[in-house]
């Protein structure tokens, strides 16, 4: 069964830090593009970062120089690091799996609430 798996999430402060995992079981994600998504009350889920399996990086606008992506292929895990929080951060964050030449994302978690107060 496959199963995308996130943690780190809770709260804290405007401009503090929050890590999150994403442990990646079920399969071999070793090639897939890894990503986070995030969901905000009454909003779409909107993209903000996804690393692909060659180390490629891309991010949302509003998180870049802020967040970082990583991923340990062998352990099966992403990461990301989100610094600089600000109360618009405040989500759900979700990670995803896009299986190599797909054009969507197909394997999703169950999300981990991030809230940042002012």
């Known amino acids: 069964q496959v199963q995308l798996v996130e943690s780190g999430g809770g709260l804290v402060q405007a401009g503090g830090s929050l890590s999150l995992s994403c442990a990646a079981s079920?399969?071999?994600?070793?090639?897939?593009?890894m990503g986070w998504f995030r969901q905000a009350p009454g909003k779409e889920r909107e993209f903000v970062a996804e690393?692909?399996?060659?180390?490629?990086?891309y991010y949302e606008d509003s998180v870049k120089g802020r967040f970082t992506i990583s991923r340990d292929s062998a352990e099966g895990t992403v990461y990301l690091q989100m610094n600089s929080l600000k109360p618009e951060d405040t989500a759900v964050y979700y990670c995803?799996?896009?299986?190599?030449?797909?054009?969507?994302?197909?394997?999703w978690g169950q999300g981990t609430q991030v809230t940042v107060s002012s």
């Open positions: 995803a799996a896009k299986i190599l030449g797909a054009p969507n994302y197909y394997y």
């Open positions: 079920g399969r071999t994600f070793s090639r897939d593009t």
């Open positions: 690393i692909t399996w060659t180390g490629t990086r």
